[in-house]
Structure formats: structure tokens, C-alpha cells
């Protein structure tokens, strides 16, 4: 179970991040990854399962796109257990949410997940991203090992308002294709501590 090294590990990271969150925002992330833990153990909702190494991997490696964030609403697309859509949710309760997912066991867990942490800003959607067709266009899309870089840019495009950006967190071998309907910003390094492998932010801006 979580206790209060894991709570200075997840401030230790932010603050080599320069990110700053209330106390109160901290707690919650600490309480959905308690959750998740004992979820996990019935549902298999994700494979890492060391304290230590979900603070790393689900919290901080989510947390770094919160910089980058663009705009009042947000689709996280792929979201499985709710990476990294609801720590970013967490941080920032100004923006508004959807964690879209096929697999209905995970978007259940979602849905509880926005019940007992009380998360206003989180709408789970049970759904292929291919067939989802929003009322309203987003500001962001974020995924996170969702699929291969051109296969997200042709699955996503329809999702976001013009100049919205797409945040794509990828692993160091990182490839930038080419979209008619996207243009490539920048592929961004991400520093996340206690992880040794390399982390990239891919950013691409609607068009």
C-alpha cells in the first residue's frame, strides 16, 4: 500500500518537473492510485503493480504533458485505466475531460474513479475512437501507448478543432509522419525521475 515515501516521490518528481499542485491535488492522486491498486487485483487493469513504480509510470510520466495542455477540453483517447487523463484531470479541474475507451471493464473503473474522488471534470465514453463523433470538437488530444504514430494521426484528426494539438507520449524511438490534415510541431524530451528509460512528447497541431 501507498504511504508517505510515495507521497514524497511523487513531490520529489513534480518538483524536478517545476510543477506545483496543492496538497489537496496530491492526496487525490494518491487515493486513484490506492484505487487502481486494488482494482488491479481483481480487474488486471494495468500490468505495473509496485507502489514505487506506479508513482513513476502512472503519475509523473502523466503529469509531464500537464506544461503542454491546450484549451478547455481535453480527449484522452486509448485511456485504458485512465492514463494519463485522470492525473492530468486532477491537477486541472478547469478543463473538461472525456477518457474514451474501448474496453468497458477499464471505463468502469473510470466511471468509480470519478465517483469516490469526486472528479466533476472526468466524462468516461465507452466507445471506438474511429466511431466517436463529438458534438463539439476538443482543444487536446492526449495518448499514451494507444498505436503507431500515423495510425493516431488518421484516427484523431476528426476529433480536434483547428489548430487544437495532439500530445502524444512516446518512447525514445519516436517517429513524426507526415498527415495532410496535421502539421508536426516538435517532438519534446521529457525528464520523469527514477525512470531510466527515455520518454519523448510528440506534438502535432491540427490543420
Not at 6 to 11: D, F, I, R
Request: charged share 25%; with cysteine; glycine share 4%.
Amino acid at each position: 500500500m501507498f504511504n508517505e515515501s510515495h507521497c514524497a516521490q511523487l513531490e520529489r518528481g513534480l518538483n524536478a518537473m517545476e510543477i506545483s499542485l496543492p496538497q489537496k491535488n496530491l492526496q487525490t492522486l494518491m487515493a486513484f492510485l490506492a484505487m487502481l491498486l486494488k482494482w488491479n487485483r481483481v480487474y488486471n487493469l494495468s500490468a505495473i503493480k509496485e507502489p514505487e513504480q506506479m508513482v513513476t509510470l502512472h503519475l509523473l510520466d502523466s503529469l509531464a504533458v500537464l506544461p503542454h495542455l491546450h484549451g478547455r477540453r481535453c480527449i484522452d483517447v486509448g485511456t485504458g485505466a485512465g492514463l494519463p487523463g485522470i492525473p492530468l484531470a486532477i491537477a486541472r479541474p478547469d478543463i473538461e475531460f472525456v477518457l474514451l475507451d474501448s474496453n468497458s471493464k477499464k471505463t468502469r473503473f473510470i466511471q468509480q474513479a470519478c465517483i469516490e474522488l469526486k472528479l466533476k471534470n472526468v466524462f468516461p465514453l465507452h466507445e471506438r475512437v474511429e466511431m466517436y463523433q463529438p458534438e463539439q470538437k476538443f482543444d487536446t488530444v492526449t495518448a499514451r501507448a494507444f498505436t503507431a504514430m500515423l495510425d493516431l494521426l488518421t484516427k484523431t484528426r476528426h476529433l480536434l478543432r483547428e489548430n487544437g494539438q495532439l500530445l502524444a507520449l512516446k518512447s525514445s524511438e519516436t517517429d513524426a509522419p507526415k498527415h495532410g490534415r496535421y502539421r508536426f510541431e516538435r517532438v519534446e524530451p521529457l525528464v520523469i525521475s527514477d525512470l531510466d528509460a527515455a520518454r519523448n512528447l510528440v506534438i502535432y497541431t491540427a490543420i
